[in-house]
């Protein structure tokens, strides 16, 4: 299992693992909360992600809520092509911010 990461300049940004799955949510609610609280806002970088699982998806749409609740910035500038399938499956592009515009990285 890869730790999840955030940028050590803003802490801002929280890289998913590429198996973001039950087992990594705690690590990422941590670092979601973190973000949001201690550097203003939240980037995700879902560039690497190969599979991701309902609980991480919880976790993405709660702090999407958060973020907007706040008035904080909540962008996902990279995202893979796994990562946007299984969130346009879901239907949950709309709740995390995922738009046409942020194009999977190939």
Known sequence: MQ????HPATGRT??????AVTTTAED????LVLACDVAGGIEIDAGAVES???AV???LVAAKAEADAKGLPFTIPSSSPAFAERVQACR???RIGLTDEEEPVQ
């Open 57 to 59: 998806l919880q976790l």
């Open 14 to 19: 929280v890289t998913l693992p590429a198996h």
């Open 92 to 94: 949950l592009a709309p």
């Open 52 to 54: 991701i699982g309902q």
């Open 28 to 31: 990422l609610r941590v670092r």
């Open 3 to 6: 730790p999840l990461e955030t």
